[in-house]
């Protein structure tokens, strides 16, 4: 059985930063792709980034690229998720999730809308406020 748990949300001020941990069980973790999102009240879900297996390769949504940095251990079965310079319009769950269809190892495609991936995490509340 396959569990996702995400870790490391809360209360930050406007400019400060937040370290979100993932840790995925029950599959072998480094041959898949694994995605960071978000949704806010009344908003739809946001794909923020994508790591390959490796970690070699990243990619990120426009709106989070250049203060977020998405990263993983394989040795931990764990992705990070370095936010910094946080805005209040950053404020939602977050979501880490495995990706399970198609080439699952990477990041091809639109990950963004979160289809490719099977398993998904509770969440953790970020809310970035003074």
């Known amino acids: 059985q396959v569990q996702v748990v995400e870790s490391g949300g809360g209360l930050v001020q406007p400019g400060g930063s937040l370290r979100l941990s993932c840790t995925a069980s029950?599959?072998?973790?480094?041959?898949?792709?694994m995605g960071w999102f978000r949704q806010a009240p009344g908003k739809a879900r946001e794909g923020l980034s994508c790591?390959?297996?490796?970690?070699?390769?990243?990619d990120y949504a426009e709106s989070v690229k250049g203060r977020f940095t998405i990263s993983r251990d394989n040795a931990k079965n764990t992705v990070y998720l370095e936010m910094n310079s946080l805005k209040p319009e950053d404020t939602a769950m977050y979501y880490c999730?495995?990706?399970?269809?198609?080439?699952?190892?990477?990041?091809?495609?639109?990950w963004g809308d979160g289809d490719v991936f099977g398993y998904w995490g509770q969440g953790t509340q970020v809310t970035v406020s003074s």
């Open positions: 999730a495995v990706r399970s269809v198609g080439q699952y190892s990477f990041c091809y495609g639109s």
């Open positions: 029950g599959l072998i973790f480094a041959e898949h792709a």
């Open positions: 790591v390959t297996w490796s970690g070699e390769n990243t």
